[in-house]
């Protein structure tokens, strides 16, 4: 019992951790895109959230060389897309937020 609550803390863990990086990079990545792209319009935006998207990746790795329990090498193809649709999701709020207010 103690083992299987162990697991699912370790699982819990695991999602808020990949979330929160998720998220925090795609404002990471609006924001850039805010600061660099000249406008909706301007394909370096979609660069910048490519290269957000890719850098996460090696992030994660990172923080689970740190001591978090990650397991990143048995990521499959459902984590890949679920960190890459977050990412994209909260970069295109974050990024439309940012061009209509002109901030």
């Given at each position: 019992?103690?083992?299987?609550?162990?697991?699912?803390?370790?699982?819990?863990?695991?999602?808020?951790?990949?979330?929160?990086?998720?998220?925090?990079?795609?404002?990471?990545?609006?924001?850039?895109?805010?600061?660099?792209?000249?406008?909706a319009?301007?394909?370096?935006?979609?660069?910048?959230?490519?290269?957000?998207?890719?850098?996460?990746?090696?992030?994660?790795?990172?923080?689970?060389?740190?001591?978090?329990?990650?397991?990143?090498?048995?990521?499959?193809?459902?984590?890949?897309?679920?960190?890459?649709?977050?990412?994209?999701?909260?970069?295109f709020?974050?990024?439309?937020?940012?061009?209509?207010?002109?901030?």
């Amino acid at each position: 019992m103690a083992t299987d609550t162990a697991e699912r803390r370790a699982a819990h863990v695991r999602g808020v951790t990949v979330t929160t990086v998720a998220c925090l990079a795609g404002i990471a990545a609006a924001w850039l895109s805010a600061m660099i792209a000249d406008g909706a319009t301007d394909t370096i935006a979609v660069f910048i959230l490519a290269g957000t998207v890719l850098a996460q990746f090696p992030l994660l790795r990172a923080l689970e060389i740190a001591g978090l329990d990650l397991d990143v090498d048995e990521f499959g193809a459902k984590d890949y897309l679920y960190v890459s649709f977050m990412t994209f999701a909260l970069w295109f709020v974050a990024w439309t937020i940012l061009l209509t207010t002109g901030a």
